[in-house]
Nanobody, 123 residues
Framework: VQLQASGGGLVQAGGSLALSCSAS????????MAWFRQAPGKEREILAA????????HYADSVKGRFTISRDDANDKVYLAMNSLKPDDTAVYYC?????????????????WGPGTLVTVSS
């Protein structure tokens, strides 16, 4: 599966952004989808993951209550709605996919990656 994220940009602290990730390839509905981010000098961290049909969802503590992951299997897309953004949310955001065999929360658990989209939150 090939992934392409979009929707990044510059936003003021307290604002909102919505990221979208389009997937090409078949059987999208059978993939676990996730959003990660990587800030300069930091490890890549998972933000949210969603299982098949949205049956299982995980959020990192750092974004719980502010970010929402969702998927549209009919259109092969996964979304990340981001609210109450903070300067610490500044990073490159990546969508990732893994065939639904094992639920994983580490970057090494995901085989397919999009090229990333930059989110910058100004103070």
């Amino acid at each position: 599966v090939q992934l392409q994220a979009s929707g990044g940009g510059l936003v003021q602290a307290g604002g909102s952004l919505a990221l979208s990730c389009s997937a090409s390839g078949d059987r999208f509905s059978m993939y676990i989808m996730a959003w990660f981010r990587q800030a300069p000098g930091k490890e890549r961290e998972i933000l949210a993951a969603i299982g098949r049909s949205g049956s299982r969802v995980h959020y990192a503590d750092s974004v719980k209550g502010r970010f929402t992951i969702s998927r549209d299997d009919a259109n092969d897309k996964v979304y990340l709605a981001m609210n109450s953004l903070k300067p610490d949310d500044t990073a490159v955001y990546y969508c990732a996919a893994e065939f639904d065999t094992n639920w994983g929360l580490l970057q090494y658990d995901y085989t397919y990656w999009g090229p990333g989209t930059l989110v910058t939150v100004s103070s």
